[in-house]
């Protein structure tokens, strides 16, 4: 899919055509903390009344199937972490208080894994990111995990659905174009109080969308053009 797109960058808009890639389900198998990673600069898209709405992802968290007491599965299946059970590359949609909040299930079936996509870079669509967030928010549109949501029009119904189907209304992409080499920070968790010191949380240094201080700072390398399409 090729499309103009006004785009954000380290707080610099500038418009440029690009063909999105879906992600395949393959990427999404490896460990959550490498696919937190690797999401870092990768698009999420959404088809919402004959309108796609893009972000570009700058902060993710991993949370592991094995001994992670700050992860829904921790104390196994039940009715409602249900899809995160799924095979990888499926959406995990839940609710904290009034927010709904969308990880990415990874791994595989049956491994209760996931990366929560934590904040993003508008792209496409920002009127409209506007009008879900509400009268008055004008900055900060999707610079949290329960704000991006608001904004992507991404709730309860969306739990379950593949973001590796093309035609999906909900899924995850890379550009060629938009692809860059930056540099990742690795933290502790923020907004929880198990398993916070875990270093699960990785931002894009630099991004304005970016929440919270940063604590016990990593810094590592991450090439995207590395990403498989």
Avoid at 50 to 69: K, M, P, Q
Avoid at 143 to 165: H, M, W, Y
Wanted: charged share 20%.
């Amino acid at each position: 899919v090729c499309k103009w797109h006004h785009h954000f960058f380290m707080g610099h808009r500038y418009s440029i055509r690009v063909t999105l890639h879906t992600i395949p389900q393959v990427f999404y198998t490896d460990d959550p903390s490498v696919v937190a990673q690797k999401l870092l600069g990768a698009l999420l898209v959404r088809e919402f009344r004959n309108e796609t709405l893009i972000g570009r992802i700058v902060e993710t968290e991993a949370y592991l199937a094995d001994g992670d007491e700050a992860s829904h599965g921790f104390k196994g299946l039940n009715s409602r972490n249900a899809s995160m059970f799924k095979e990888a590359g499926h959406a995990y949609v839940h609710q904290m208080r009034q927010w709904n909040l969308l990880d990415v299930v990874v791994q595989g079936a049956g491994v209760p894994a996931g990366v929560l996509i934590r904040a993003v870079e508008p792209v496409q669509g920002v009127a409209t990111m506007g009008q879900l967030r509400g009268p008055g928010v004008q900055r900060g549109l999707a610079n949290g995990p329960g704000k991006l949501c608001q904004a992507f029009a991404i709730n309860r119904e969306l739990d379950g659905i593949s973001v590796t189907d093309p035609s999906s209304p909900l899924r995850l992409a890379f550009s060629e174009e938009t692809s860059v080499t930056h540099r990742i920070q690795s933290s502790g968790r923020i907004g929880i109080t198990k398993a916070k010191d875990e270093l699960a949380r990785k931002l894009e240094q630099g991004s304005q969308q970016t929440q919270g201080e940063v604590q016990e700072l990593a810094l590592e390398e991450l090439l995207t053009a590395e990403f498989i399409y």
